[in-house]
């Protein structure tokens, strides 16, 4: 019998590469033996710091825009001022109610494919609307302090590990950063013998 893996997995909804990553990596994760470890990040935790926004933004929106050409998935990025910890916080609200897929990819193509505030609670609601979630328990989860307090936590325990951005995922002591990394990981997992058969 297979020893499932821990995938630690590092992400922050506000990420233009959180969101191209959000298109494949759960088919990478199905395949294998693993234990996905989700470990959302609130505000600026994950990314480039504010200062250095005005210089990057456009870079990093032009080469979303090559990589979402070459998926074939639309690209309309969110408002400038769009801050996450809120969709963060639902998501640990959403996987203790077993929708965390379908709320990751849902409000990574509101926020990246239709250019919605994700930091608008109407938003999220109707997004766990749809996806089945609870509205009270959804919105709840937004100021949740524990909630918050874990999203600060899933940060300074990717700082213990050698995380500098998103997505990250980690695999004992391999790093892969970023969404061009994902055919490592799959790579990685299938050479600890952990594919599904």
Not at 42 to 47: A, E, N, Q, V, Y
Not at 80 to 108: D, K, N, W
């Amino acid at each position: 019998m297979v020893q499932p893996v821990d995938v630690y997995l590092y992400f922050n909804f506000r990420s233009p590469y959180c969101y191209l990553a959000s298109k494949r990596l759960f088919d990478v994760i199905e395949r294998y033996h693993v234990n996905l470890q989700w470990r959302p990040l609130g505000g600026w935790d994950g990314r480039s710091p504010p200062q250095d926004a005005p210089k990057r933004v456009p870079l990093a929106r032009q080469d979303m825009a090559r990589w979402a050409r070459r998926m074939g998935i639309p690209v309309n990025p969110p408002p400038l001022t769009t801050e996450p910890t809120i969709a963060g916080a639902g998501s640990l609200y959403a996987e203790a109610a077993g929708c965390l897929r379908p709320y990751i990819v849902e409000v990574m193509r509101a926020a990246y494919g239709e250019g919605q505030d994700i930091g608008d609670p109407q938003v999220l609601l109707a997004i766990g609307e749809r996806i089945g979630l609870a509205r009270d328990a959804l919105a709840a989860s937004f100021e949740d302090p524990a909630l918050r307090r874990q999203l600060a936590d899933n940060w300074a325990e990717a700082d213990q590990k050698g995380v500098v951005g998103v997505p990250s995922f980690v695999v004992g002591e391999q790093i892969f950063w970023g969404n061009d990394r994902i055919e490592f990981l799959d790579e990685h997992l299938r050479e600890l013998r952990l594919a599904r058969l």
